[in-house]
């Protein structure tokens, strides 16, 4: 394949092409066990506060440093993943995450009149976010490499359907625990998800086998097929330039961050607004909470299958920056309104809510659509490296936006806030690249036919 002929290629079987959809469903789970703990404890924010006895600012940090940990570490294990394969590297990163999450519900829980340390507790979320950045990039490649350009967009956006999934049975299902049975059970809960999915990865995850015109072999299929839909790059170039220095991938992975900053407010202080702004209750904040990442799920499934079938992926990811900067600019006005006009608590939640609601659906559903357009610009065989170019840019907005908000909140109050997600928002329309003339998701090439 070095020399650049066309390859037939296909995945050699019936039974192991059926087996795609087992690996999908473990990129699944693991996805989303990780995202029960990335986004699930962030809707525990409320209580966060109170039993570790923390402020906004402290608050923000703690719950900073779990996309600090994702973003330092990304690129590593992405490289990494290249370099010994999905299985190893998913089956590690789960496993030492669930080590790390047990670590937490052993020494760093409130108990009785024991409050760990703020510095105990952003360390142990760093560490979390350290070792769960494995999953990301493996699980991805995994899934590109068992799937064929045409279905890529609907896998990939399948198995980020799994982070809204994952967070919001974490909305649903972390704040009770930590109201009934405290911390502990929120970090268990948290680690035994992590374990049972590693059990289905050491299971079902492994290399697919292809036949070529040599016959067949294993392994991942390099550039030359997974490579070119949306672009038109060539497998000999997808395969000889390295992510890290292609400029089409870094303004994806660049969008894709800002992009992240409406979403990643919703999430980490979505609670908080709910709570302290509209004065709403447990069961609002949960079910809002939910709705958002309910919402993202079902967006995500959608844009990956009518973007697979019309190749507008580029075109998709622009006009979601768009719809969010215009949603939240929306919402930045109606809480501004509300809080001068001292709107009664109930017309402010009824209002507000869904408003929010519907601005975290539009900032999360481009996700799986971002990533496919990653992993085809890459090539399979490094779609792991840029598969976590884009992670990185998107957690350190994880780590950046908590942090920022407090300060938001003193300079102009929530309104502030969501007038900045506005902004960042609109910041990505013109990073992401636009549409090249004659673009299609789907071009016709000997492994498409397999």
Known sequence: MADGLSVSVRIAGGRAASHRWKVLGVGFAANASFSAA??????????????????????????????????????????????????????????STAAALAGLALFAAPSGSHVP???????????????????????????MAWFREGERGLAMSIRQT???????????????????????????????????????????LHEPTYVDNGGVRGGHVGGGCGANGANGISGTHARSRSPLSDVSIWRVALGAGALCVPQLAVITFGTVF??????????TISIAMAAVQAGAAIARVWSGRWTDQRGNRRAYMRGCSLLTAVLFAALALMSGVAGMQHTATTVMTTILAPMMVLGGVSASAWH????????????????????????????????????????????????????????????????????????????????DAA
């Open 38 to 95: 990335f986004s699930g404890i962030p809707t525990t924010a409320v209580y966060l506060r109170s039993g570790y006895h923390l402020d906004n600012e402290g608050l923000g940090l703690v719950l900073g440093m779990l996309g600090l940990g994702i973003a330092v570490s990304e690129l590593p294990w992405g490289l990494l993943t290249d370099r010994w394969g999905d299985r190893r590297v998913l089956l590690l990163g789960l496993l």
């Open 117 to 143: 340390r703020l510095t105990t507790l952003a360390l142990g979320l760093l560490l979390v976010g350290l070792l769960g950045g494995s999953v990301n990039g493996s699980s991805g490649r995994a899934v």
């Open 162 to 204: 799994a982070v809204p999934a994952g967070g919001g049975l974490g909305a649903l299902l972390l704040p009770a625990l930590a109201t009934r049975f405290g911390f502990v059970s929120v970090y268990a809960v948290l680690a035994l998800g992590c374990a049972i999915t590693a059990g289905f990865a050491w299971r079902w």
């Open 274 to 283: 709910l709570h302290d702004f509209g004065r709403a209750g447990v069961l």
């Open 368 to 447: 799986g659509v971002a990533f496919t357009e990653l992993a085809t610009l890459a090539g399979t065989n490094r779609a792991g490296t840029a598969l976590a170019i884009g992670n990185t840019c998107v957690f350190i907005t994880l780590f950046l936006t908590p942090l920022a908000i407090p300060p938001l909140l003193s300079l102009g109050s929530w309104p502030m806030v969501w007038a900045v997600a506005s902004s960042c928002a609109l910041i990505a329309l013109p990073v992401f690249p636009r549409a090249l003339r004659g673009d299609s998701a789907r071009v016709p090439r000997a492994c």
